[in-house]
Protein backbone atom coordinates (compact mmCIF):
# COMPACT_ATOMS: atom_id res chain seq x y z
CA UNK A 1 0.00 0.00 0.00
CA UNK A 2 1.32 3.38 -0.80
CA UNK A 3 2.66 5.94 1.74
CA UNK A 4 0.95 9.27 2.22
CA UNK A 5 1.97 11.75 1.10
CA UNK A 6 0.21 14.90 3.41
CA UNK A 7 1.96 12.97 6.70
CA UNK A 8 5.18 13.80 4.87
CA UNK A 9 3.92 17.24 4.01
CA UNK A 10 2.96 17.88 7.57
CA UNK A 11 6.32 16.67 8.44
CA UNK A 12 8.01 18.48 6.49
CA UNK A 13 6.16 21.78 7.57
CA UNK A 14 6.17 21.20 11.14
CA UNK A 15 10.25 21.13 10.80
CA UNK A 16 10.38 24.33 9.55
CA UNK A 17 8.09 25.74 11.87
CA UNK A 18 10.79 24.37 14.86
CA UNK A 19 13.69 26.25 12.45
CA UNK A 20 11.58 29.29 12.63
CA UNK A 21 11.36 29.26 16.75
CA UNK A 22 15.18 28.80 17.01
CA UNK A 23 16.02 32.72 16.28
CA UNK A 24 12.96 33.89 18.48
CA UNK A 25 14.91 31.63 21.49
CA UNK A 26 17.71 32.90 20.87
CA UNK A 27 16.42 36.32 20.82
CA UNK A 28 15.12 35.73 24.26
CA UNK A 29 18.34 34.35 25.58
CA UNK A 30 20.27 37.81 24.23
CA UNK A 31 18.06 40.17 25.81
CA UNK A 32 18.76 39.13 29.80
CA UNK A 33 22.43 39.49 28.54
CA UNK A 34 22.06 42.99 26.99
CA UNK A 35 20.56 44.08 30.54
CA UNK A 36 23.31 42.43 32.28
CA UNK A 37 25.80 44.24 30.34
CA UNK A 38 23.56 47.89 30.67
CA UNK A 39 23.57 47.24 34.39
CA UNK A 40 27.30 46.47 34.69
CA UNK A 41 28.44 49.53 32.75
CA UNK A 42 25.85 51.83 34.46
CA UNK A 43 28.23 51.78 37.93
CA UNK A 44 31.35 52.34 36.01
CA UNK A 45 29.84 55.30 34.18
CA UNK A 46 28.96 56.51 37.66
CA UNK A 47 32.51 56.30 38.98
CA UNK A 48 34.24 58.00 35.65
CA UNK A 49 31.97 60.70 36.25
CA UNK A 50 34.09 63.81 37.81
CA UNK A 51 32.85 64.91 41.38
CA UNK A 52 31.34 68.02 41.96
CA UNK A 53 33.62 70.92 44.03
CA UNK A 54 32.95 71.07 47.23
CA UNK A 55 30.63 74.14 47.33
CA UNK A 56 32.62 77.35 49.82
CA UNK A 57 31.69 77.38 53.15
CA UNK A 58 29.85 81.12 53.48
CA UNK A 59 31.23 82.80 56.85
CA UNK A 60 28.65 82.77 59.40
CA UNK A 61 26.38 85.89 59.63
CA UNK A 62 27.68 88.16 62.98
CA UNK A 63 31.13 87.05 63.03
CA UNK A 64 33.52 90.09 63.24
CA UNK A 65 36.33 90.76 60.70
CA UNK A 66 39.58 90.87 61.84
CA UNK A 67 40.84 94.30 63.50
CA UNK A 68 43.60 96.37 61.78
CA UNK A 69 46.57 97.76 63.66
CA UNK A 70 45.39 101.20 64.86
CA UNK A 71 47.37 104.54 62.80
CA UNK A 72 50.79 105.07 64.44
CA UNK A 73 49.71 107.94 67.04
CA UNK A 74 51.13 111.79 66.52
CA UNK A 75 53.95 111.42 69.57
CA UNK A 76 55.65 108.24 67.87
CA UNK A 77 55.77 110.48 64.41
CA UNK A 78 57.03 113.38 66.48
CA UNK A 79 59.96 110.87 67.76
CA UNK A 80 60.78 109.65 64.69
CA UNK A 81 60.30 113.26 62.60
CA UNK A 82 62.89 114.18 65.64
CA UNK A 83 65.13 111.22 65.25
CA UNK A 84 65.26 111.73 61.27
CA UNK A 85 66.49 115.60 62.02
CA UNK A 86 69.43 114.44 64.53
CA UNK A 87 70.51 111.71 62.30
CA UNK A 88 70.54 114.37 59.33
CA UNK A 89 72.12 117.32 61.30
CA UNK A 90 75.15 114.30 62.53
CA UNK A 91 75.82 113.71 58.82
CA UNK A 92 75.60 117.13 57.78
CA UNK A 93 77.80 117.78 60.23
CA UNK A 94 80.25 114.95 59.93
CA UNK A 95 80.61 116.16 55.78
CA UNK A 96 81.32 119.52 56.89
CA UNK A 97 84.05 118.73 59.05
CA UNK A 98 85.80 116.32 56.56
CA UNK A 99 85.46 119.25 53.86
CA UNK A 100 87.36 121.39 56.22
CA UNK A 101 90.04 119.39 56.35
CA UNK A 102 90.18 118.66 53.49
CA UNK A 103 90.50 122.18 52.13
CA UNK A 104 86.61 122.35 50.92
CA UNK A 105 83.86 123.98 51.83
CA UNK A 106 85.12 127.22 50.01
CA UNK A 107 87.60 129.89 50.79
CA UNK A 108 88.65 130.70 54.28
CA UNK A 109 90.48 133.47 56.34
CA UNK A 110 94.37 132.88 57.50
CA UNK A 111 95.30 132.09 60.78
CA UNK A 112 98.35 134.03 60.18
CA UNK A 113 99.39 137.71 62.33
CA UNK A 114 101.07 140.73 60.47
CA UNK A 115 105.04 140.43 61.14
CA UNK A 116 104.61 136.72 60.42
CA UNK A 117 106.40 134.53 57.37
CA UNK A 118 105.10 131.72 56.40
CA UNK A 119 105.18 128.90 53.95
CA UNK A 120 102.59 128.76 51.10
CA UNK A 121 101.56 126.65 48.73
CA UNK A 122 100.07 128.31 45.56
CA UNK A 123 97.64 126.93 43.25
CA UNK A 124 97.48 128.68 39.56
CA UNK A 125 96.78 129.09 35.95
CA UNK A 126 99.37 131.17 33.81
CA UNK A 127 96.81 133.33 32.61
CA UNK A 128 96.84 134.24 36.27
CA UNK A 129 99.48 137.10 35.69
CA UNK A 130 97.13 138.83 33.39
CA UNK A 131 93.95 138.14 34.59
CA UNK A 132 94.56 138.37 38.64
CA UNK A 133 93.83 141.86 40.26
CA UNK A 134 92.49 143.80 43.29
CA UNK A 135 90.93 147.32 43.59
CA UNK A 136 91.31 149.20 46.68
CA UNK A 137 92.35 152.70 47.65
CA UNK A 138 94.68 151.61 51.01
CA UNK A 139 98.23 150.85 50.97
CA UNK A 140 99.97 148.51 52.76
CA UNK A 141 103.61 148.67 53.29
CA UNK A 142 104.12 150.96 50.09
CA UNK A 143 101.60 148.28 48.31
CA UNK A 144 98.63 148.66 46.56
CA UNK A 145 96.16 146.79 43.89
CA UNK A 146 96.13 147.83 40.25
CA UNK A 147 93.05 149.38 40.37
CA UNK A 148 91.11 151.83 43.00
CA UNK A 149 88.02 150.39 42.32
CA UNK A 150 86.94 148.27 39.36
CA UNK A 151 86.27 151.08 36.99
CA UNK A 152 89.76 152.95 37.80
CA UNK A 153 93.14 151.93 37.62
CA UNK A 154 95.63 153.41 40.40
CA UNK A 155 96.42 156.94 39.87
CA UNK A 156 99.31 157.00 42.44
CA UNK A 157 102.46 156.12 40.81
CA UNK A 158 104.04 152.14 40.41
CA UNK A 159 101.13 150.72 38.75
CA UNK A 160 103.73 148.43 36.66
CA UNK A 161 105.87 147.11 39.21
CA UNK A 162 105.40 143.47 40.56
CA UNK A 163 106.73 144.04 43.45
CA UNK A 164 104.66 146.92 44.78
CA UNK A 165 101.34 145.40 43.11
CA UNK A 166 99.19 143.20 45.39
CA UNK A 167 97.32 140.43 43.73
CA UNK A 168 94.71 137.69 45.17
CA UNK A 169 95.80 134.35 45.78
CA UNK A 170 94.52 131.19 46.95
CA UNK A 171 96.83 128.62 48.55
CA UNK A 172 96.03 125.00 47.36
CA UNK A 173 94.44 124.74 51.67
CA UNK A 174 91.79 126.84 50.01
CA UNK A 175 93.21 130.40 52.07
CA UNK A 176 92.91 133.47 50.27
CA UNK A 177 95.23 136.46 51.01
CA UNK A 178 96.29 139.13 48.78
CA UNK A 179 100.64 139.85 48.09
CA UNK A 180 103.10 141.24 46.20
CA UNK A 181 106.21 139.98 44.15
CA UNK A 182 104.85 136.64 42.68
CA UNK A 183 105.72 137.43 39.12
CA UNK A 184 109.06 138.55 39.38
CA UNK A 185 110.27 135.14 40.67
CA UNK A 186 112.65 133.89 38.87
CA UNK A 187 111.49 130.46 39.09
CA UNK A 188 108.40 132.26 37.08
CA UNK A 189 110.35 133.89 34.39
CA UNK A 190 110.40 131.16 31.89
CA UNK A 191 107.69 129.25 29.90
CA UNK A 192 104.74 127.91 32.36
CA UNK A 193 102.98 124.71 32.28
CA UNK A 194 99.92 125.08 30.03
CA UNK A 195 97.45 122.96 33.23
CA UNK A 196 97.05 124.47 36.29
CA UNK A 197 100.35 123.97 38.80
CA UNK A 198 101.13 125.05 42.70
CA UNK A 199 104.14 126.70 44.01
CA UNK A 200 105.47 127.34 47.09
CA UNK A 201 106.73 130.24 48.83
CA UNK A 202 107.72 132.15 51.06
CA UNK A 203 104.93 134.94 52.42
CA UNK A 204 105.85 138.23 54.99
CA UNK A 205 102.79 139.41 55.83
CA UNK A 206 103.11 143.08 56.21
CA UNK A 207 99.57 144.64 57.73
CA UNK A 208 95.80 144.06 56.63
CA UNK A 209 94.14 145.82 53.06
CA UNK A 210 90.79 147.36 54.02
CA UNK A 211 87.69 145.94 51.53
CA UNK A 212 89.22 144.83 48.56
CA UNK A 213 87.31 144.29 45.82
CA UNK A 214 89.06 140.86 43.96
CA UNK A 215 89.26 140.48 39.68
CA UNK A 216 89.95 136.58 39.02
CA UNK A 217 89.49 135.18 35.20
CA UNK A 218 85.60 135.04 35.43
CA UNK A 219 85.41 139.48 35.96
CA UNK A 220 85.09 141.23 38.86
CA UNK A 221 83.19 140.26 42.13
CA UNK A 222 79.88 141.73 42.44
CA UNK A 223 80.97 143.52 46.47
CA UNK A 224 83.88 144.13 48.57
CA UNK A 225 85.59 141.80 50.86
CA UNK A 226 86.41 142.06 54.03
CA UNK A 227 90.07 142.77 55.58
CA UNK A 228 92.11 140.57 54.05
CA UNK A 229 95.38 140.31 55.24
CA UNK A 230 98.94 141.59 52.58
CA UNK A 231 102.42 141.03 52.30
CA UNK A 232 104.91 139.84 49.88
CA UNK A 233 106.49 136.63 48.70
CA UNK A 234 109.40 135.64 48.28
CA UNK A 235 111.64 132.28 47.33
CA UNK A 236 108.92 130.84 45.19
CA UNK A 237 109.56 127.45 43.36
CA UNK A 238 107.59 125.22 40.82
CA UNK A 239 106.17 121.95 42.54
CA UNK A 240 106.72 119.47 40.20
Same mark, same amino acid.
Given at each position: ?????????????????????????????????????????? &? +????????? #????? $? &?? +?????????????? #????????????????????????? $?????????????? &????????????????????????????????????????????? +????????????????? $??????????????????????????????????????????????? $? &?????????????????
Amino acid at each position: MAEKEPDEDKDEGGAEDEGHDEPEAEAKEEAPKAEAKAEAKA &P +AAAKAAPAK #APTKK $Q &PK +AGKAAPRRAPPPSS #ASLGKSMVLFVVVVGTLAAGFALLG $QERGGGGPRGPAWK &PGQTVDVEITLVAGDKRELNCAATDEVAGRHCSFETPTKVWGKGD +AGDDKKTLRPYTSTDNV $QFVAAGLWSEPALANNLPTTRFSVKCKYTVEGKLKSPTFHWESGWEG $Q &PRGEMLAGVLTGCTLVP
